[in-house]
């Protein structure tokens, strides 16, 4: 009976997706003791520091990773990050406004320029739409050298202000990185993970046929462009208090090129990747420190390496070595 031999095998698919959902709970609740308890045996601040570092990073990676999932690669997305550590600082400093509400406004601030360009952006694919978005980028750091009165040009904003006093020590603000990337990435994973997600993916295999099947694909792009860019400015904000510090430089096309490189490294069409590529491009430089004539020479052949011996990522890579361990555990039962 076709019936009886199908339902074995669904209740088999169903056993062994509800193992692999417990599987993948028990390693992130394993990676959020570790990143809770770690600080607590070391406190050494420059570990801290990097830390710190790699949360921002993971939340721009991450946010990123929302854009390129709908099939377009951003180079204006440091630029959006730029926008609400300006907006977010100003208000702070000329307004005496609180951190809460400087960062409210400063994400709202990065939003609202993202749903002014993106539906004439969205529009684009390809090269043309990476060439506008790195224009972008650089009309706005331009806009932060030239508005001097404001953002105090290419000397950028010294002084700015602590959040709060409780974070003034290395180990609260690594707390309060980590908490927000944990919002963040939970945002971006909430969305991957729902029909929007889907809808997401569709639209990057087959956007005419995503179209045709009824899904509004400039609306839903634009949606996506505005929440990762509002995303991302909770990185700004919070990286320009870490550093005490706003200027240009922090928000120019290198930066918007590491994001793109760490979901590269880490693997573009799965959250784990950017997070993955967060750790290993801020850590690396610091590893090659000693090195200070080559380190940039040997930070690129090891780049150049990564990305051609692991063309699906680092994620890739560890979906490779699963599967060779469980073939050859399938194979010694045998």
């Not at 020479?297 to 051609?308: K, P, R, T």
Request: hydrophobic fraction near 55%.
């Amino acid at each position: 009976m076709p019936g009886a031999a199908a339902a074995p095998a669904a209740r088999s698919g169903r056993l062994r997706e509800s193992r692999m959902r417990a599987r993948a709970w028990l390693g992130w609740t394993i990676l959020a003791v570790a990143l809770v308890a770690w600080p607590l045996f070391n406190d050494n601040r420059f570990i801290l520091t990097m830390g710190t570092l790699v949360a921002f990073s993971a939340i721009g990676a991450s946010s990123l990773n929302l854009i390129i999932r709908t099939g377009h690669v951003s180079l204006a997305h440091a630029a959006f990050m730029g926008v609400a550590a300006y907006a977010c600082v100003l208000v702070q400093m000329r307004l005496g406004l609180s951190f809460a509400m400087g960062l409210v406004i400063g994400c709202l601030a990065s939003g609202l320029l993202a749903l002014i360009l993106g539906p004439i952006m969205l529009r684009l694919t390809g090269k043309y739409f990476v060439l506008v978005t790195f224009l972008v980028g650089e009309i706005i750091r331009m806009v932060f050298v030239e508005w001097g009165s404001l953002t105090g040009g290419s000397n950028g904003i010294q002084g700015v202000p602590s959040i709060h006093p409780i974070f003034d020590s290395p180990i609260a603000f690594y707390y309060l990185a980590l908490g927000a990337a944990a919002v963040c990435v939970g945002i971006a994973l909430r969305i991957l993970s729902s029909e929007i997600g889907r809808a997401i993916d569709s639209v990057r295999e087959a956007e005419r046929v995503a179209q045709c099947s009824g899904v509004p694909v400039i609306q839903l792009k634009v949606t996506i462009f505005v929440i990762a860019c509002m995303l991302v400015g909770v990185q700004g904000a919070l990286q320009a208090h870490f550093l005490k510090f706003v200027d240009p430089t922090a928000f120019n096309i290198d930066v918007s090129l590491n994001l793109v490189v760490m979901n590269v490294i880490g693997g573009m069409h799965h959250l784990v990747g950017p997070l993955l590529g967060s750790v290993f491009i801020v850590s690396l430089p610091e590893l090659l420190r000693g090195y200070v004539e080559l380190q940039r020479v040997i930070f690129g052949v090891i780049l150049i390496v990564v990305m051609a011996a692991l063309p699906a990522g680092m994620v890739g890579a560890l979906a490779w070595a699963r599967r060779i361990i469980a073939e050859s555990f399938a194979a010694k039962k045998r």
